[in-house]
C-alpha cells in the first residue's frame, strides 16, 4: 500500500524566504509526526498532531516553524524567514495512534532543505 | 524519561561475516524498542520491534534482536552480512510525555560499513 509521501523531495531557497513542506500520511494513520535531521544534531521532533487534539508543538526550535494538519490527513510544515541553520532534512511519520507505546511510525523519505 | 544509546557511531563487516550493532536502553517500566534502517537519501524503515511478547524478535532482512532485561540491552544482529545492508541503523525507544502520548527517543545512529 501507499506510504508516507513527502513534498518537494529537495528544496532549495534563499534566506529569508519562507517555504511549506508537504506531508501526506498513510490511510488511516491518526498520529502525525515532523522531525529534523541535521549532521551533527541526529534526528529532532519538532511537532506532533494525534486527531482532533492540540498539537504538542514542544519540539519547534522558533516561532519561525508553524505546523497544520487539515481534515486529520495532510500536514504543512512552514518555515518563516529562513535561516542557513534551518537547512536539513525534514522528515515525515505517521503511526496508527500515538497512544499506544508499540505502534510503529513509517516515515516518508523527506525533504532536504538548503538554505543560501 | 527513557533514553537509548549506540555504543559505537561506526562498524565495518566484511561480506558474509556476522553484523553486530549495539544498543542499551535505560528505562523504568517495560519498554516499546524498535530497529530502524536509513539508506542514503531515504526516509527510515522498520526493521523490527519488541513489545514483551518474546525476547528474540526477528525482523526484515534476515535481522532479528534480543531483548535482554538484565543487561538492559537490544543488540541488532544479522549472520551474514551483504553489501545492501550498508547504512544507517537507529535504536528507538518509545517513551511517554507527559501529554500521555508516545514519542520516539533516538539513539545516534551506527553506521555500518559493508567491505567487499
Known amino acids: 500500500g501507499a506510504g508516507v509521501s513527502q513534498s518537494p523531495s529537495n528544496k532549495v531557497t534563499e534566506k529569508g524566504k519562507d517555504v511549506e513542506l508537504r506531508c501526506d500520511p498513510i490511510?488511516?494513520?491518526?498520529?502525525l509526526y515532523w522531525y529534523r535531521q541535521s549532521l551533527g544534531q541526529g534526528l529532532e521532533f519538532l511537532i506532533y498532531?494525534?486527531?482532533?487534539?492540540?498539537?504538542?508543538k514542544s519540539g519547534l526550535p522558533s516561532d519561525r516553524f508553524s505546523a497544520e494538519r487539515t481534515g486529520g490527513s495532510v500536514s504543512t510544515l512552514t518555515i518563516q524567514r529562513t535561516q542557513q541553520e534551518d537547512s536539513a532534512v525534514y522528515l515525515c511519520?505517521?503511526?496508527?495512534?500515538?497512544?499506544?507505546?508499540?505502534?510503529?511510525?513509517?516515515f516518508g523519505d523527506g525533504t532536504r532543505l538548503s538554505i543560501l | 524519561a527513557q533514553s537509548v544509546t549506540q555504543l559505537d557511531s561506526h562498524v565495518s563487516v566484511s561480506e558474509g561475516t556476522p553484523v553486530l550493532l549495539r544498543c542499551n536502553y535505560s528505562?523504568?517500566?517495560?519498554?516499546?524498542l524498535f530497529w530502524y534502517v536509513q539508506h542514503p537519501n531515504k526516509g527510515l524503515q522498520l526493521l523490527l520491534k519488541?513489545?514483551?511478547?518474546?525476547?528474540l524478535v526477528k525482523g526484515i532482512n534476515g535481522f532479528e534482536a534480543e531483548f535482554k532485561k538484565s543487561e538492559t540491552s537490544f543488540h541488532l544482529t544479522k549472520p551474514s552480512a551483504h553489501m545492501s545492508d550498508a547504512a544507517e541503523y537507529f535504536c528507538?525507544?518509545?517513551?511517554?510525555?507527559?501529554?500521555?502520548?508516545?514519542?520516539?527517543?533516538f539513539g545516534t545512529g551506527t553506521r555500518l560499513k559493508v567491505l567487499a
Open positions: 498532531f494525534q486527531g482532533n487534539s492540540a498539537p504538542d
Open positions: 528505562s523504568s517500566y517495560s519498554p516499546s
Open positions: 528507538v525507544v518509545s517513551d511517554l510525555s507527559t501529554s500521555g502520548t508516545y514519542k520516539y527517543i
Open positions: 490511510s488511516g494513520h491518526t498520529a
Open positions: 511519520a505517521s503511526s496508527l495512534v500515538g497512544t499506544v507505546s508499540n505502534q510503529p511510525q513509517h
Open positions: 519488541y513489545t514483551s511478547a518474546a525476547t
